[in-house]
């Protein structure tokens, strides 16, 4: 027969047997026959409830008292471990410097990968199913795109950056960026309103007038959070419109990083609104962003193959000049992200600082390793001695296991002010963008979780090396005072030198990395721009979008030149209705981050600007072949457009071009001159083929999005910033002036953006090379001390000092040059593959790549580094005494 | 019982109520856990019992803080049969016990005291 309340006891057994070692070695017995008997004695004799209130007692007991005795096992532990540590400072603050930093640089990176490529689009509905066109397409296919319901549950267009100004009486001017935008763009996102309601479907606005929807962000900076602001007017581009609603906090458009929006008007607005309206149907149409929502059970692949088709059709249709082109025409990319990229893209993106931070982290590890390794060697005796005083096994492994835990928290807890230190000086950076890009690298946890476990991981179990051997050795060898070269030690000092030889190859692959990015860029970083920065200013004035008339922002332009020549101090005037790239360094930053996330969508087309007369002299561009543009190619909008000459030399390798004929958006125009080639300071930004055309009387009227820039050239220690404003205010003081920067300010905090990379990616390098060194000279001071008494009787027997040091450098040489010979290998392959995939890392490394300089000189800094770590503790065994040395057996 | 040799007690303070009954059961001399549970339950009349884990948990608390000690001879067989291991009170033990009556009594003392005074006004109302 069953006895009857075994089960309850068979459960108190199992829990039981939970508790730690020593409370079970002292009362487990006690304990079960007790348990035993109060279930004999009163348990089984009571009655049916009490019965089971008394087994719900017992049981309760034993489970809130095995969870108490572990917390207090748990607490000695750390007390120990706490001890332990501060008794060996040095390992305790190496070992935690190294977890921190690799798991701080890992961190910060990710964070910043994901914040502004991986995250999901802020203040969208279900980002999954959000998908987007790669390239902008013709606003007047849009409708076709839209009447396709069977691949959509719904699209919109917009128009972004948009630039717009903002103005209140008496108030001053702002310019701010948004989007223009069709009207069921917040229906297709998904987007909510804080306040007010957003545009709906059917376009219609929620008032009289034109209305728009702002920002969470702009409502809270520009209007003081006004909570009566909704139903409101503000003035816009000059001219009332009616703030219809605020959007949620964080939402700022479908594409954040690049256009950021603060501001969103339909496209049912008034054409007067913005010149962006009026042109969204002429000629070809402006090309527009799409977004869609895909329809239920339908997959990219199909929109992509379906649109294709669409677009091909609609080019037919309209008979559009590029109707034959044959390449695809439609690429869908996934939508919900802050940044639009295909999957298959990402590894080219975030593909090359994952490598070099995943080289730090794995250095990090290998050193602490390395280092637990070592001290676990120093240990044994003391383990020893814990092992004959009766210690157990899991007592051992709990004890370490808090030891390694401490630590790896150390290094976490480090780690995790590092990243946010890194971090927050990295969003400092974002004044460096231009207004409409959105740059705010978020603290990621989950980075820092991955991180973090990855480096207490390999604590743990090389933490717990000590307690593997305390189980295997003789208690009695352990305890002898010179306890030497065992069968054992010998395999962990081999396990040593792979964790070495591992550290070494990594370090020159990160060095090497590290070392072809920066000199790559110290080299594509152009000294000579081309062009003369200093004592040129530039003024970027948009008098049409600040609410003035056409015909006055004309008669104004038209003036502009004379009045401002007339100065004293200034030199020359020119006026640009575009800049070129390289002169606008924030753009240039841009379109660099863009090349290197996109790959090569946007290399390889020409950049085309829009300068007026006597612009070339004025910015310092020389006229190579041919001439510059003169008032009467600007007053006849003469077909007439100078190149660069790296565009002369795609273009018509070896040929005259000049009286050449080049077709832009269907037009022809004629070559008249060849300027020289103008370069960023940006180290990533590249030469591409340029061409200009002149600045026309309508391009005043309709500016494009950066407004209309003056260059000012003026004579050395000219008080360009007051003397300048305090002249434009002279000629018209209606007219807000945006900015006004002197190009060499600009130029030097472009130059500042790359020292902060090569700093960033030179210290990475040093870091890893640090770590190494430090891991080879541990390993050589154990060599040493492992072999002090091989070393003092080949001493007594006649060796020479200098034959004792080549003994002790062999082993560790031995792994510096394969180390050095594998990472050398390693890290040019690794170069290749990752070029291969990102054309901007490609470039930057094209030159340094095969730099002899580099090549012989990184390998050969660690070698000679390594072997000076090596040497130093190797120096310890020259000084052995080989009378103490064998006495001490 | 040589009093003067009694070591202070070293924690002075109130000793918590599950040390107080144990110590309690264990002055009158060895006793194993099992029966230092049924003292415990027959001195408070059952109000206060001491589960086998609680029990046991408190014992080597006790036997850390130097209060309690295991009897010498280690384990043995008790009355019923069973193989058991026997616990006793230290010197230490002996005098935070003594402490902490003679505190209680003071407490009890000051609390008759108080109570006394309010039968009397009850009395005299």
């Keep these: 027969m069953r006895r009857r309340g075994g089960w309850t006891l068979r459960l108190y057994r199992t829990i039981a047997r939970a508790f730690p070692e020593e409370f079970r070695d002292a009362h487990g017995r006690d304990l079960l026959e007790m348990a035993d008997e109060v279930i004999r004695d009163e348990v089984l004799n009571a009655s049916v409830p009490r019965r089971a209130w008394l087994m719900l007692c017992l049981l309760g007991d034993v489970l809130i008292r095995l969870v108490a005795e572990h917390f207090s096992d748990f607490r000695r532990d750390l007390r120990y471990a706490v001890r332990m540590l501060l008794r060996a400072p040095g390992f305790t603050v190496a070992s935690a410097a190294c977890l921190a930093i690799g798991i701080g640089l890992t961190t910060t990176m990710y964070s910043q990968i994901r914040s502004t490529v991986l995250r999901p689009l802020p203040g969208v509905t279900e980002p999954a199913t959000l998908i987007r066109l790669q390239a902008p397409t013709p606003f007047r296919y849009f409708e076709e795109i839209r009447a396709r319901g069977d691949l959509f549950s719904g699209a919109a267009a917009y128009l972004a950056p948009l630039p717009l100004v903002i103005s209140q009486p008496g108030g001053e001017s702002e310019r701010v960026w948004g989007h223009l935008v069709t009207p069921e763009y917040f229906e297709v996102l998904g987007a909510t309103p804080l306040a007010g309601r957003l545009f709906g479907g059917d376009g219609r606005p929620a008032g009289a007038g034109p209305s728009v929807v702002l920002s969470e962000r702009l409502w809270r900076r520009r209007f003081s959070a006004d909570p009566f602001l909704v139903g409101r007017a503000i003035r816009l581009n000059g001219q009332s419109v009616t703030v219809q609603a605020v959007a949620a906090s964080g939402f700022l458009g479908a594409s954040p990083v690049t256009a950021a929006a603060d501001v969103w008007i339909p496209t049912t607005a008034p054409k007067a609104l913005a010149p962006e309206l009026a042109a969204l149907e002429t000629g070809r149409g402006t090309p527009v962003d799409v977004v869609g929502r895909l329809a239920p059970g339908v997959t990219p692949a199909q929109v992509e193959a379906a649109l294709d088709a669409v677009i091909r059709n609609a080019e037919r249709t309209h008979d559009d000049p590029s109707k034959d082109r044959h390449e695809r025409r439609v690429t869908v990319l996934p939508g919900g992200r802050m940044f639009a990229m295909r999957d298959a893209d990402l590894p080219k993106a975030i593909g090359f600082p994952l490598v070099l931070v995943s080289l730090v982290l794995m250095m990090a590890c290998g050193n602490v390793a390395n280092m637990l390794l070592a001290r676990s060697e120093e240990r044994r005796r003391e383990i020893a001695v814990r092992v004959a005083l009766g210690a157990g096994t899991v007592r051992l492994v709990r004890q370490l296991l808090t030891e390694s835990l401490l630590l790896a928290s150390l290094g976490a807890v480090g780690g995790l002010l590092l990243a946010r230190a890194l971090l927050s000086a990295m969003n400092t950076l974002q004044p460096l963008m231009p207004g409409y890009g959105y740059f705010e690298a978020r603290f990621d946890w989950t980075a820092l979780g991955v991180a973090a476990s990855l480096a207490v991981g390999s604590g743990l179990l090389f933490g717990l090396a000590p307690a593997r051997r305390a189980s295997r050795q003789d208690v009695y060898v352990g305890l002898k005072p010179n306890a030497g070269a065992s069968p054992h030690g010998r395999r962990w000092a081999n396990l040593r030198n792979v964790l070495v030889f591992q550290q070494v190859t990594a370090s020159v692959v990160l060095l090497l990395l590290t070392a072809f990015v920066v000199v790559g860029w110290q080299r594509s970083a152009a000294v000579d721009l081309g062009f003369e920065p200093r004592n040129l200013f530039l003024i970027s004035l948009d008098p049409v979008r600040d609410g003035q008339s056409p015909e006055r922002a004309r008669a104004f332009f038209a003036a502009l030149p004379e009045r401002l020549r007339a100065v004293p101090g200034v030199t020359s005037v020119s006026v640009a209705q575009s800049l070129p790239l390289a002169m606008s360094n924030r753009e240039a930053i841009m379109s660099a981050k863009m090349d290197f996330v996109a790959g090569d969508a946007s290399l390889g087309r020409i950049q085309v600007d829009q300068v007026g007369e006597g612009f070339f002299d004025t910015v310092g561009l020389p006229v190579r072949r041919g001439r510059g543009f003169t008032e009467r190619d600007q007053a006849a909008d003469a077909r007439v457009i100078v190149v660069n000459e790296t565009m002369a030399a795609t273009a018509w390798p070896g040929l005259d071009p000049l009286g050449r004929r080049v077709d832009i958006e269907g037009q022809s125009w004629q070559v008249v001159g060849v300027v020289g080639d103008m370069r960023s300071a940006f180290p990533l930004a590249s030469v591409l083929p340029a061409a200009y055309r002149p600045a026309t009387a309508a391009g005043f009227a309709a500016p494009s999005r950066h407004g209309v820039t003056v260059a000012v050239r003026v004579t050395p220690g000219f008080d360009g910033a007051t003397q300048l404003r305090r002249a434009l205010d002279a000629i018209d003081p209606d007219v807000t002036v945006f900015e006004l920067t002197a190009m060499s300010d600009e130029v030097a905090q472009t130059q500042f953006l790359a020292q902060v990379s090569t700093i960033v990616y030179g210290g990475m390098g040093l870091f890893g090379l640090l770590l190494a060194s430090v891991g080879l000279a541990g390993v050589t001071a154990h060599a040493v001390a492992r072999r002090t008494r091989e070393i003092g009787i080949r001493m007594a027997l006649g060796a020479r000092r200098l034959d004792v040091l080549g003994l002790v450098l062999r082993e560790s040489g031995a792994l510096v040059a394969a180390g050095t010979a594998v990472g050398l290998v390693t890290a040019l392959a690794l170069t290749r593959v990752l070029g291969a995939m990102v054309d901007a890392l490609a470039e930057t490394t094209h030159t340094s790549l095969t730099d002899p300089l580099l090549l012989l000189g990184a390998p050969g800094l660690l070698a000679a580094l390594a072997l000076l770590a090596c040497y130093l503790p190797a120096r310890r065994s020259t000084r052995i005494d080989p009378m103490s040395a064998l006495r001490s057996e | ?125």
């Design chain 2, 1 to 125: 019982m040589p009093t003067d040799a009694q070591p202070p007690s070293s924690a002075p303070g109130i000793l918590r109520t599950n040390w107080f009954y144990i110590l309690l059961a264990l002055a009158d001399g060895e006793l194993h856990g099992y029966a230092i549970m049924q003292d415990v339950l027959g001195r408070t009349e059952g109000k206060v019992r001491l589960w086998p884990a609680t029990l046991y948990g408190t014992l080597r608390r006790l036997v850390d803080e130097g209060l309690i000690e295991e009897a010498a001879d280690g384990a043995r067989t008790a009355a019923d049969g069973v193989q058991r291991r026997f616990y006793r009170l230290s010197a230490q033990g002996r005098g935070r016990l003594r402490d902490e009556i003679n505190r209680l009594e003071e407490l009890l003392r000051a609390a008759r005291a108080v109570r006394d005074g309010l039968l009397r006004t009850e009395v005299e109302r």
